[in-house]
């Protein structure tokens, strides 16, 4: 296991502190931007789209916060059995959020195939709304995978102490997403102008690119990640002791 790795437990606890927690901030307030950059441009087409993005905001959090839970779970784990040399348990904790992530996707994959239009007539009887807000929640809940297993490796990734590149890869995401939501809303060059439906789409791949950094990265700088393979149950709590 490389420096980066081992700084958890060698690394003076200010500095640690200071090292960890700061990109760790950075990271939290870009995964709350996507919803704000979103409403930013969908605003220039109605007050209706932007209020069909406000009525989503919600339900994305809570998306997000699913997966934070999850992740944060693996942060605690990961570090405890692989500091104590357990690194078969610690690859077991990996393998189950994997498990978990896929889970969460095929739920609210079903969430955006049979809910979301329930979802928005709830809150209001405005069909403009309601239109613009089944086509934007729908791709949310429909390619949600991007959300959930990104949380996942990233916090695989904290879990190590490699915060930096969580880092940098969340603010790639949110860069992407400034550039294509104009881009892909409005119809400009040679994109379709795809409105409320385009805010959505450039989030997603947002989320899948980042996804794709976190794998990356989790791949060439961990031990354990190359190792992850589909989870096995196991009956109660005996795969943990």
Same mark, same amino acid.
């Given at each position: 296991?490389? =420096?980066?790795?081992?700084?958890? +437990? *060698?690394?003076?606890?200010?500095?640690?502190?200071?090292?960890?927690?700061?990109?760790?901030?950075?990271?939290?307030?870009?995964?709350?931007?996507?919803?704000?950059?979103?409403?930013?441009?969908?605003?220039?087409?109605?007050?209706?789209?932007?209020?069909?993005?406000?009525?989503?905001?919600?339900?994305?959090? %809570?998306? *997000? &916060?699913?997966?934070?839970? =999850?992740?944060?779970?693996?942060?605690?784990?990961?570090?405890?059995?692989?500091? $104590?040399?357990?690194?078969?348990?610690?690859?077991?904790?990996?393998? #189950? &959020?994997?498990?978990?992530?896929?889970?969460?996707?095929?739920?609210?994959?079903?969430? +955006?195939?049979?809910?979301?239009?329930?979802?928005?007539?709830? $809150?209001?009887?405005? =069909?403009?709304?309601?239109?613009?807000?089944?086509?934007?929640?729908?791709?949310?809940?429909?390619?949600?995978? +991007?959300?959930?297993?990104?949380?996942?490796?990233?916090?695989?990734?904290?879990?190590?102490?490699?915060?930096?590149?969580?880092?940098?890869? $969340?603010?790639?995401?949110?860069?992407?997403?400034?550039?294509?939501?104009?881009?892909? %809303?409005? +119809?400009?060059?040679?994109?379709?102008?795809?409105? #409320?439906?385009?805010?959505?789409?450039?989030?997603?791949?947002?989320?899948?690119?980042?996804?794709?950094?976190?794998?990356? &990265?989790?791949?060439? $700088? *961990?031990?354990?990640?190359?190792?992850?393979?589909?989870?096995?149950?196991?009956?109660?709590?005996?795969?943990?002791?």
């Amino acid at each position: 296991m490389n =420096t980066e790795q081992n700084k958890l +437990g *060698t690394m003076p606890i200010g500095r640690l502190l200071i090292s960890m927690s700061i990109p760790m901030m950075i990271s939290f307030f870009i995964q709350a931007l996507y919803n704000m950059v979103d409403s930013m441009f969908v605003a220039r087409i109605s007050e209706n789209a932007l209020t069909a993005v406000s009525i989503a905001f919600p339900l994305q959090q %809570i998306i *997000t &916060a699913i997966g934070v839970g =999850t992740g944060v779970a693996v942060n605690a784990l990961v570090p405890r059995y692989t500091g $104590q040399g357990q690194k078969d348990k610690a690859l077991r904790i990996a393998n #189950v &959020a994997v498990v978990l992530s896929f889970c969460y996707t095929i739920l609210f994959m079903l969430v +955006g195939a049979f809910g979301v239009r329930a979802y928005y007539t709830m $809150q209001t009887g405005v =069909t403009e709304i309601v239109e613009d807000g089944v086509q934007y929640l729908s791709v949310i809940c429909l390619v949600c995978a +991007g959300a959930f297993f990104g949380q996942n490796f990233e916090k695989l990734l904290v879990a190590t102490g490699n915060t930096v590149h969580s880092m940098i890869s $969340q603010a790639s995401g949110a860069i992407f997403n400034i550039i294509f939501d104009p881009l892909l %809303i409005f +119809g400009i060059g040679p994109f379709p102008r795809m409105e #409320v439906a385009g805010a959505a789409a450039a989030t997603v791949l947002a989320q899948a690119i980042v996804t794709a950094m976190f794998l990356l &990265a989790a791949r060439r $700088q *961990t031990t354990l990640f190359p190792h992850i393979h589909p989870f096995r149950p196991s009956q109660g709590r005996a795969w943990l002791e």
